[in-house]
Structures are given as structure tokens and as C-alpha cells.
């Protein structure tokens, strides 16, 4: 899996952020925004997927956006960050846009390798996730979870649910007493991908341990 690092490569906290190659062009400026939210030493490494919704996605599940299906691959991808995470003296953060943010709550499911969880405007719309976040509960101390105010008006009946399940994901997460917040923001699900994400990043980055 192809990287891009930004940032200083023997800062003590590492994000860790699946990326696709929409996404490449404004890594530097996310990189730029959370150094300048945070004024922290940090290491962004950045993973491309070759292929979207095969190796976000947790499980099966049948297209939504034209004929491609969701293959369930996000196992192996998973495996192939956590690789990169072999010096435990480094505080380690998962975070990521849509597809990728419903990848780090999957993640995070899984594993608590991961302090916290930067998961801006995730597909919670996933069928099946919430029973799954019900049943497994989050391993991070963070989850910082964020929506756009038009989100839950997509045309879409599958896209549109996303507005009532990330209230009740923060809600299931308040009850396992994760510190946690939902912030929502201005615009429909592809508006200010870069920033949301880097604002995911800075607000777990700098939660209190």
C-alpha cells in the first residue's frame, strides 16, 4: 500500500489516515491546518487504497453509488496499518473522511491500539454497523464524530438514514463513557473534505489523557 508522510518523522503522536486519490492533492493543507490548530509535533501518514469500497469496508454489502458493490475488505487493510505501528512508545490516532471514517469506528472496534478516532462525515449509513457498534463497542478513550448539515437530505433512503445513526452512535458511545462529541457542519457530504478531517485530527490530538 502506497504512503505519503507529512510532518516529522520521529514526533511521538502518529495519525494514520486511509486515503484515495481524490484525496491526495489536499493532504498538505490538512497537514498545515492541524499544526496550526494544535501547535503539536506529529507524523501524518497517509495510505492509499487502490480500490474504495473494497478495502474500506468491514463486511458485504450491496452497491449504493452505481453497480459497484462493497467487497469487505477493510481486515486486510487494517492489517497492513497496523504494521506501521510496531513502536508502542508512539501515541497512535485513526482517523479519515466517509467511507474511511466508518473505517477507523470499525477499526477501533477491533483493536485498542489506537488512542483516538478522527472519523469526519463516516458512512455510519453502512448496513449492519450499528448493531455492529452495539455489539463490540469502541476501544479508543477519543471519537471525535462529525456531519454536514445536508447529509440526512440526500435523495438516497440508504444515505439519507446517516443523520439517525451517528446520533445514535455518539449516543451509544456516550454510554460506554467515551469521551466523545458530534459537531455538525455547513453543506452536504462534499464540502470541505480536507478541513473536516484535519478538525477530526486536531480535536483527538488534543483531548486530555
Known amino acids: 500500500m502506497e504512503c505519503f508522510e507529512f510532518g516529522n518523522k520521529t514526533a511521538p503522536i502518529v495519525l494514520l489516515q486511509p486515503v484515495?486519490?481524490?484525496?491526495?492533492?489536499?493532504l498538505g493543507s490538512e497537514a498545515a491546518f492541524i499544526r496550526d490548530r494544535t501547535a503539536?509535533?506529529?507524523?501524518?501518514?497517509?495510505?492509499?487504497?487502490?480500490?474504495?469500497?473494497?478495502?474500506?469496508?468491514?463486511?458485504?454489502?450491496?452497491a449504493v453509488f452505481g453497480k459497484e458493490a462493497f467487497a469487505g475488505g477493510a481486515a486486510e487493510t487494517l492489517g497492513a496499518i497496523m504494521k506501521r505501528c510496531?513502536?508502542?512508545?508512539?501515541?497512535?490516532?485513526?482517523?479519515g473522511y466517509s467511507l474511511a471514517g466508518l473505517f477507523a469506528l470499525w477499526a477501533a472496534c477491533r483493536t485498542d491500539l489506537f488512542q483516538g478516532v478522527a472519523a469526519a462525515s463516516?458512512?455510519?449509513?453502512?448496513?449492519?454497523?450499528t448493531d455492529y457498534l452495539k455489539e463490540h463497542g469502541i476501544r479508543s478513550r477519543h471519537v471525535y464524530l462529525s456531519l454536514g448539515d445536508q447529509e440526512e437530505k440526500a435523495r438516497s433512503p440508504v444515505l439519507a438514514a446517516v443523520g439517525d445513526r451517528i446520533r445514535t452512535a455518539h449516543d451509544l458511545l456516550v454510554k460506554q463513557q467515551i469521551d466523545t462529541v458530534l459537531e455538525w457542519n455547513e453543506g452536504n457530504h462534499f464540502r470541505d473534505a480536507s478541513l473536516r478531517?484535519?478538525?477530526?485530527?486536531?480535536?483527538?490530538?488534543?483531548?486530555?489523557?
Not at 503539536?40 to 450491496?62: G, H, Q, Y
Not at 463516516?122 to 454497523?129: A, K, N, Q
Not at 478531517?197 to 489523557?209: G, I, N, Q
Open 20 to 26: 484515495g486519490e481524490h484525496d491526495l492533492a489536499a
Open 40 to 62: 503539536m509535533d506529529f507524523r501524518l501518514i497517509a495510505f492509499r487504497v487502490s480500490n474504495w469500497n473494497n478495502d474500506l469496508s468491514p463486511w458485504k454489502a450491496p
Open 86 to 95: 510496531e513502536d508502542r512508545t508512539k501515541t497512535y490516532y485513526l482517523g
Open 122 to 129: 463516516p458512512s455510519v449509513w453502512f448496513p449492519g454497523f
Open 197 to 209: 478531517t484535519a478538525k477530526a485530527f486536531a480535536w483527538v490530538m488534543t483531548r486530555p489523557e
